[in-house]
């Protein structure tokens, strides 16, 4: 063991898998070969809604080359999938939902004559009548599914709105649009699948939740959990897309009857077609708020395109309707969110879960009072935001770790010693602020993650977490987490991830969920093995274990600091007298169910807070927009890594931009990078990072988690900053070129 | 139809190679199929993402929009050829040191890009570091740890 330990948490340490990263060494799925390794492709429906009459793959069989066809007749299990309601077949089976249902897969020697042999199948449909818009699929007598086009509806009660409304000097109402938007991580999706050596089918490929799709491929080929393994590849980014299953099921049907290795990497052009999207949203806003500028009632109305399938959309509703105030004090609140399918491409999880859609709309409408109200935009959110012993529309009170004031009062410090942006002439330029709160790990369900620590004979420390990293950097943070509570350096931890043969699940990486809840699950399980370790070292040097601690690898005394003995001369011990030094921790945040009805409970045990500021350029003749620096304050609990959490905002900023500004994903039209623009280096801001610990009791040395929310201020903040720049307001995300120019012309003709 | 073969003759991170390849495969699948070098990565086989970058002739190209015969005479580098045996390239020391990587998947072809730049400009200014790697996308890290990175190299910072 080394002597001087590094890595604790609060270092800025390099992330454990990048050497590899930057060696090109890492392998990501479709780097992957093996001995007689065989290609896969799928053949998607090209049709939005249509019934399957009847799939003939004779003459693709033949083609040169192929090895098998398959359709949904060769699955042996449950053919639907879907990781909150099971909607969604791996093949089509009676009808096709969006144009890229996956309806047929073909193997072959090479990618090539798979391409061929998807080319000779022949699909017979019957049309069906198309639903494109979420208010024509709720009133329509064509059903999408059979239990109808509705596929959620979370309501949420809190006071007497209409009383609020009475009792509020002003009251405003408008209606807020979000497009689809394309994840894009920059890996598209890819598996490999084969036999192990113990024979299970095995399926590592570029995912978010190695163990769901365990679950899945175990449902869909109605085997035993033990004769299905699932590895997650070392993953090229997700921002949501890779937690529904996507090439997995498929390669593992492929292995379950032909026992030969399969690959599939998907083109970037499938990648965007089959994957899932960002709901768009429709907003509707009622709010009222008194002369003193106390917010005093909401009433808010939210619908969402799921598309063709379930995906995410479920949690995407709930968490936007526990999340539609905004982080500010309102006594009075209606919510109801609701998800309607259609035969769009699904939509899915995507880094916010849908409150980067509703913090636009409460941003928007809290600079819409400040100005009613003539009130600094800064002062109205100081005045309602959320501080210790507040209630959220939930009825839940925040009792510790809400940085929200301290992270407006942080980003305003700080935008008052920097120099103001002066507009350059025929220029317009403007400043805007969007604050936001995020509730971390899944929405009032549990989500527990569990972890194991292990020390072996020659005392080598090895962590096993189910997380998946998928660039966010868990298995680094995960890591120093395991540093601190062992009393050990970074390079004496050995880390086993995502792999369901070896790893304990850690549940999804999602909802900024790992940190806080992984993180916690390996604090104990760390904890539990350090205790084991102090026990044993007692026992030997007959000390009582509350005089002994241990530090640097070493056990010393409490009293003295005197080294006592080392890691290894315990492990030894243990281990000649067959003792194994193994540990597991559990964590399961507290949170209750809401409310069917009133949707009132505790959905997250604890909440994130940020706030960022912008400052725009805006040329009023083409429409071109340039945001020029964003300062971002993060209440983060605990920075576990600080040079990790400036990554994640840098990385929100920069998503935020595109989705303020850029992307929108048109169903039908985007086919490739080429129709998709996401921001280049020349299209982020300057970024100024602000990091605020206001510790999380419940958290690992007090740490939340910072992934989703790193993203969510900054378009709200940006679309603000266009309406002072502009002198007009835009209602519909991204503000394109054409809506900016609508919007000069609008102000010009005013 | 059989797709023809063609000699080529070309160095690869500073080996000789010769052999036969279809004529019609382009560099990247040179590269990745035919040599097995899989550190250079594909994201889009159209020219928008830039992770297939590597170096022709010490100029940073898309290798997925190249004909692989025309490296005949040529030389090329890969991720794989930046660093000398054993020891790494400063530019990836200081990827690793800045917190420049995070899924790794584009830093490859970044690393390419930016070492075509301090091969030629070895003081860029930061406006010339974002014009080099603006043909790079990246999706995970909102670029500011690989500028500053970058950055850091050309001023000397050792850390
Ligand atoms: S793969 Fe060549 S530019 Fe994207
Ligand atoms: S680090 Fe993921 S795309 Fe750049």
Redesign the interface.
Same mark, same amino acid.
């Given at each position: 063991m080394t002597m001087v330990v590094k890595g604790k948490v609060g270092e =800025?340490i /390099?992330?454990v898998?990048?050497?590899?990263?930057?060696?090109?060494? $890492?392998? &990501?799925a $479709?780097?992957l070969?093996m001995e007689g390794l065989l290609y896969m492709k799928v053949l998607r429906s090209d049709r939005p809604h249509a019934r399957i009459k009847d799939i003939r793959t004779e003459k693709a069989e033949q083609m040169p080359g192929v090895v098998r066809i398959f359709t949904h007749k060769d699955i042996p299990g449950k053919n639907r999938t879907g990781i909150i309601n099971k909607d969604h077949p791996v093949l089509a089976d009676e009808k096709v939902r969006f144009i890229g249902d996956a309806i047929a897969l073909a193997v072959a020697h090479t990618e090539k004559q798979a391409e061929q042999a998807i080319g000779e199948i022949r699909v017979e449909y019957e049309d069906l009548p198309p639903i494109f818009d979420p208010q024509e699929a709720l009133r329509s007598a064509t059903l999408i599914h059979e239990k109808g086009n509705l596929l959620y509806e979370r309501d949420i009660t809190k006071g007497d709105v209409e009383q609020g409304f009475a009792e509020s000097d002003i009251v405003i109402q408008r209606t807020y649009l979000t497009s689809m938007v394309e994840?894009?991580?920059?890996? /598209?999706d890819a598996g490999v699948a084969w036999i192990d050596d113990e024979g299970r089918i095995t399926v590592c490929a570029s995912t978010q939740n190695p163990h769901y799709d365990h679950h899945e491929i175990v449902t869909s080929l109605a085997l035993d959990p033990s004769q299905v393994r699932s590895i997650q590849a !070392?993953?090229?980014?997700g &921002?949501g897309s890779k937690l529904d299953v996507t090439v997995q099921c498929f390669l593992a049907l492929a292995v379950y009857y032909l026992r030969r290795p399969v690959r599939l990497v998907y !083109?970037?052009e499938e990648a965007y077609l089959a994957t899932a999207k960002r709901h768009p949203l429709i907003m509707k806003y009622r709010t009222g708020v008194h002369r003193d500028g106390r917010l005093m009632a909401m009433d808010i109305d939210i619908l969402g395109d799921t598309g063709a399938y379930g995906s995410y959309g479920i949690a995407v509703a709930g968490r936007a309707a526990v999340h539609a105030t905004g982080p500010y004090r309102v006594p009075n609140v209606l919510v109801r969110s609701r998800m309607a399918y259609t035969n769009h491409p699904f939509c899915g999880a995507m880094r916010g879960f849908g409150v980067p859609q509703v913090a636009f709309a409460h941003e928007s409408q809290m600079d819409i009072l400040a100005e009613e109200l003539g009130m600094d935009p800064f002062e109205i959110r100081l005045l309602n935001a959320f501080d210790r012993g507040s209630e959220t529309a939930t009825g839940q009170i925040l009792k510790e770790s809400v940085g929200m004031r301290e992270c407006l009062r942080r980003v305003r410090k700080q935008r008052d010693e920097m120099q103001k942006v002066s507009a350059i002439p025929g220029k317009l330029v403007g400043m805007g602020i969007g604050a936001m709160w995020y509730g971390i790990g899944n929405t009032g369900v549990k989500n527990p993650s569990s972890a194991c620590a292990e020390l072996d004979h020659e005392g080598r420390f090895t962590l096993y977490t189910g997380a998946a990293d @998928? +660039?966010? +950097?868990s298995s680094t943070v995960l890591s120093q987490i395991a540093a601190s509570e062992m009393g050990i350096g970074i390079e004496d931890i050995r880390l086993i991830r995502g792999d369901t043969a070896l790893t304990p699940d850690a549940g999804a990486t999602s909802a900024s969920r790992q940190t806080y809840i992984s993180g916690n699950a390996v604090r104990e399980a760390t904890g539990n093995l350090r205790k084991s370790v102090l026990a044993e070292a007692s026992r030997f040097l007959e000390i009582p274990p509350q005089e002994l601690t241990m530090e640097d690898g070493l056990v010393k005394s409490m009293k003295d600091g005197e080294i006592l003995t080392t890691l290894e001369e315990v492990t030894a011990r243990s281990y000649s007298e067959g003792k194994q030094l193994r540990a597991e921790g559990f964590f399961d945040p507290p949170t209750t169910n809401l409310n069917p009805e009133t949707g009132q409970g505790i959905p997250y045990a604890t909440y994130a807070f940020a706030c960022h500021v912008a400052d725009v350029q805006v040329d009023p003749n083409t429409g071109e927009v340039d945001v020029l620096r964003v300062v971002a304050a993060h209440d983060v609990g605990k920075a576990v890594n600080p =040079?990790?959490v400036? +990554?994640q @905002? $840098? =990385? +929100?900023? $920069?998503?935020g931009t595109g989705f303020a500004l850029m992307e929108e994903f048109v169903p039908g039209q985007t086919r =490739?990078?080429?129709q998709y623009l @996401? /921001?280049?280096?020349?299209d982020?801001p300057v970024?100024i990072p602000i990091i605020v610990e206001d510790p999380e009791p419940t958290g690992p040395f007090g740490a939340k988690g910072v992934g989703e929310p790193a993203l969510i201020p900054t378009a709200p903040a940006i679309l603000n900053a266009l309406a002072q720049a502009l002198g007009e307001r835009i209602y519909h995300l991204p503000a394109s070129l054409e809506r900016v120019l609508k919007a000069c012309r609008r102000e010009g003709s005013s | 139809m059989p797709v023809q073969k063609i000699r080529v003759r070309f160095r690869m991170n500073g080996q000789e190679h010769e052999q036969e390849i279809p004529s019609n495969i382009t560099l990247l699948e040179l590269i990745r199929d035919e040599l097995g070098l899989t550190g250079t990565k594909e994201g889009c086989e159209i020219g928008e993402c830039g992770a297939c970058t590597v170096l022709l002739d010490g100029k940073p190209v898309y290798a997925c929009l190249i004909l692989a015969p025309k490296v005949d005479g040529r030389e090329v580098i890969t991720i794989e050829g930046i660093g000398e045996e054993g020891k790494l390239h400063p530019l990836q020391e200081a990827f690793l040191t800045h917190g420049a990587v995070q899924c790794g998947f584009c830093t490859p072809g970044m690393l390419l890009s930016a070492k075509a730049l301090l091969d030629k400009n070895s003081h860029p200014s930061r406006e010339e570091i974002e014009e080099a790697i603006s043909g790079n996308l990246c999706r995970c890290t909102g670029y500011l740890q690989i500028v500053n990175a970058i950055e850091a190299i050309r001023s000397g910072e050792k850390e």
């Open positions: =800025s /390099p992330r898998d990048a050497l590899d990263k930057v060696l090109g060494k $890492a392998r &990501f $479709a780097d070969k994840h894009t991580y920059l890996e /598209p !070392t993953t090229g980014g &921002f !083109t970037r @998928i +660039g966010q +950097g =040079s990790n400036v +990554g @905002i $840098a =990385s +929100g900023v $920069a998503m =490739s990078m080429r @996401i /921001p280049t280096v020349k982020v970024v | -």
